[in-house]
C-alpha cells in the first residue's frame, strides 16, 4: 500500500498557525486523491474538540468519525515546520516541527497512528524528520509505515 510519497510532503514551510498547518497537511491528502476537500473541514474540527498534538513536537491531526465517507484511500502527508508551530493555547506552548495529516479507510487510521507514534516515541527520528532536506530522505525514514 503506497500511503506516503514525494508528492505528499512539504519541507520548510513557514506556517504560523496550527489551522494553516491543519490544511497544509489536509490540502496534500486531497491533492494526493486520498480524501475530498470537506475532509479538511473535519480535520480542524477534530483539532477543536481534542488536540492532535502528540509529544515530541509532533501533531497528527485527522478528521473526525463523520468524515470516513470523505476517505477515497489511506494516506499520510508530511508537513515540515522549521521554526514550528504552536499545537496549544496561550497558557500552554505546544511546539510541533512535524504535522502528520493521516486518513485512513475503515480502522487502518488506528494503524497508521500507532506506527507514527511508535517511530516519533524515539526523539531522534524527529529530529532525522525535522532535518530531512528532501521529501525522499522524508520517504526513507518512513519507510516502515505502511
Avoid at 12 to 30: C, F, M, T, Y
Avoid at 82 to 106: C, Q, W
Avoid at 132 to 137: C, K, L, S
Wanted: proline content about 2%.
Amino acid at each position: 500500500m503506497n500511503i506516503l510519497n514525494e508528492s505528499n510532503i512539504l519541507l520548510n514551510q513557514p506556517i504560523e498557525n496550527k489551522k494553516d498547518a491543519i490544511v497544509a497537511a489536509g490540502k496534500l491528502l486531497v491533492q494526493g486523491g486520498y480524501v475530498e476537500e470537506s475532509y479538511i473541514e473535519s480535520m480542524l474540527e477534530r483539532e477543536q474538540t481534542v488536540s492532535t498534538y502528540m509529544g515530541n513536537f509532533i501533531a497528527i491531526p485527522h478528521g473526525t468519525d463523520d468524515s470516513k465517507s470523505a476517505i477515497k484511500k489511506s494516506g499520510i502527508s508530511v508537513v515540515q515546520i522549521p521554526n514550528g508551530v504552536n499545537f496549544g493555547d496561550s497558557s500552554d506552548e505546544k511546539l510541533v516541527t512535524i504535522v502528520f495529516g493521516i486518513a485512513g479507510v475503515g480502522d487502518e487510521h488506528l494503524d497508521i497512528l500507532s506506527q507514527i507514534a511508535v517511530y516519533c516515541s524515539e526523539i531522534e527520528n524527529v529530529v532525522k524528520l525535522a532535518d530531512a532536506n528532501t521529501e525522499n530522505e522524508i520517504v526513507q525514514l518512513l519507510g516502515g509505515i505502511d
